[in-house]
């Protein structure tokens, strides 16, 4: 069964950084877009960042510029380089497939950008 592990969120100031990775197992890596998704409470689950297996990027207006989606097929993990994060940022980070697989949501990893 593919797994979805994602980490590397934290307390961070604005205008801070931190670089969210997303380990996966099995081939799935290497056959689908993926993305990164963020949910914030009250909110609904959004598609941040996209990529493809062959490194075409899409983001959502709100972090261009700001966002760096990549990923390693060879080590079956994605990335989000995150800059100039602002409180608005604060959410849990979820990686998945686009559009996402049911069955490979997993805990995500917190971001709170707070002074």
């Known amino acids: 069964q593919v797994q979805v592990v994602e980490s590397g969120g934290g307390l961070v100031q604005p205008g801070g950084s931190l670089r969210l990775s997303c380990a996966a197992s099995?081939?799935?890596?290497?056959?689908?877009?993926m993305g990164w998704y963020r949910q914030s409470p009250g909110k609904e689950r959004e598609l941040v960042a996209s990529i493809t297996s062959g490194g075409n990027t899409n983001y959502v207006d709100s972090v261009k510029g700001r966002f760096t989606i990549s990923r390693d097929n060879a080590k079956n993990t994605m990335y989000l380089q995150m800059n100039s994060l602002k409180p608005e940022d604060t959410a849990v980070y979820y990686c998945n497939c686009k559009p996402p697989n049911r069955a490979l949501w997993g805990q995500g990893t917190q971001v709170t950008v707070s002074s």
């Open positions: 099995g081939r799935i890596f290497s056959i689908s877009v």
